[in-house]
């Protein structure tokens, strides 16, 4: 936690994954992220994996350092309640549809400095999720082994929803490109991100888009290796699988010498008639070759003795590990200052968890903050951001209108 953004206040009425991890990292900066959900809990609020105790792993980690108001949704004045915080706070960000109760212009007549952030399925109003704009995209038909037939094998889906996540990271820069904006002219504006357009776009932004329209066709599966350098997973001795990465002369120079393969490379370059520390295009081509000579060697050695030379030598590589193994591995976690102490999490369950992903060196990053439970602040923002008493507020929660912590009913 830094406080970078500790003057904003933003709303946000989300669920799922693009739209909480935009206002987890505003919150990671230090803005004051008010969710609002229905009372019952949103749409993600029971997603999988759930604890014995019935509290959802995945919403306690993307509503981290937010606070949460749970309001009757499904009722008007509960919808009314939630466009008033909007409107009194000046920063949203959403998933809802366009047409929901929340629409930009008519929150905009009260409040013209507002700035929103809607999430979209695709641009022309269809639903999308990560999983439906991934096969879209292309990626899932270039994925997987590489004796696969081209036209005949089936698609490989990514486990991690990246879309979701490259999105909710573009959102949170978006809002802060709308705050530069209300700053400098003093007036708000919307701002509509399709998770499809981030799919798409990233795809085109990559170079993907234009090598396959320049070539005509799609390209190959590759299995393991790195399209268009060298790279590739290889098996040591007793059986470790590790990752090799040579994009550049130097890493391609360390890779050889701490597979002990100079005297080798140098031969195949000399009967192909190329030098592979000159250009990855070489190394690429011929990656056949050079991955069975990698691998005899790799054969040769244990995995401690190859991390070993590898490291020596400067070269980039990392061993496979489950996802389990990572998240109890002392360098990527323990000992890792990204993670901070476990903090109250509402499962009750201590684990560590993350800070911003920015460092900062001359600024302490503080300790994580927990996520709250469904409701917690409901009466608290309710009175600061709207100014309602605590009668007006007591009537409300009897009424069934407004929620407070769920934290003794689960």
């Not at 089936?154 to 709308?178: E, K, R, S």
């Not at 476990?342 to 994580?368: E, H, I, K, V």
Request: proline content about 5%.
């Amino acid at each position: 936690m830094y406080d970078l953004l500790s003057d904003l206040k933003i709303v946000e009425v989300s669920s799922f994954v693009a739209s909480p991890t935009a206002g987890l990292y505003c919150a990671q900066m230090g803005a004051d992220v008010v969710r609002i959900d229905h009372k019952a809990g949103g749409l993600d609020y029971d997603r999988y994996m759930m604890t014995r105790e019935g509290r959802s792993l995945s919403w306690e980690n993307l509503n981290r350092a937010k606070k949460s108001v749970a309001l009757d949704l499904n009722s008007g004045e509960g919808r009314d309640l939630a466009a008033e915080l909007v409107r009194k706070t000046g920063l949203l960000i959403t998933n809802l549809p366009l047409g929901s109760f929340l629409p930009h212009d008519k929150l905009a007549e009260q409040c013209p400095e507002l700035v929103s952030v809607r999430i979209m399925g695709w641009h022309d109003g269809r639903q999308a999720m990560d999983f439906t704009v991934n096969a879209a995209s292309g990626y899932p038909l270039m994925t997987g082994p590489q004796e696969w037939d081209q036209d005949a094998a089936p698609p490989v889906n990514q486990v991690l929803p990246a879309w979701d996540f490259i999105t909710g990271a573009y959102c949170a820069f978006a809002l802060l490109a709308g705050l530069r904006h209300r700053d400098r002219t003093g007036r708000g504006l919307e701002m509509r991100v399709p998770l499809g357009d981030v799919a798409i776009g990233t795809m085109a932004n990559a170079g993907a888009m234009a090598e396959m329209l320049y070539r005509g066709g799609d390209r190959e599966r590759l299995g393991n290796a790195i399209w268009g350098a060298f790279g590739r997973d290889f098996l040591s001795k007793d059986g470790k699988r590790f990752m090799v990465a040579a994009l550049t002369p130097k890493q391609w120079k360390a890779t050889v010498a701490a597979f002990g393969l100079g005297t080798g490379v140098s031969a195949l370059e000399a009967e192909l008639g190329v030098d592979f520390a000159a250009s990855d295009h070489h190394r690429f081509v011929n990656r056949q070759r050079l991955f069975d000579l990698f691998q005899q060697a790799a054969a040769r050695l244990d995995y401690a003795d190859l991390a070993a030379r590898l490291a020596a030598a400067g070269a980039t590589f990392e061993r496979y590990r489950t996802m389990y193994e990572a998240a109890r591995d002392p360098v990527l976690v323990t000992d890792n200052p990204l993670f901070g102490p476990s903090p109250a999490n509402p499962s009750g369950f201590a684990y560590p968890a993350t800070r911003s992903f920015a460092n900062l060196p001359s600024q302490p990053a503080g300790d994580p903050q927990p996520a709250p439970y469904l409701g917690e602040h409901s009466e608290e923002v309710l009175a600061e951001r709207l100014g309602l008493s605590s009668g007006e507020i007591a009537r409300l929660i009897d009424r069934g209108i407004v929620a407070t912590s769920d934290k003794d009913t689960k």
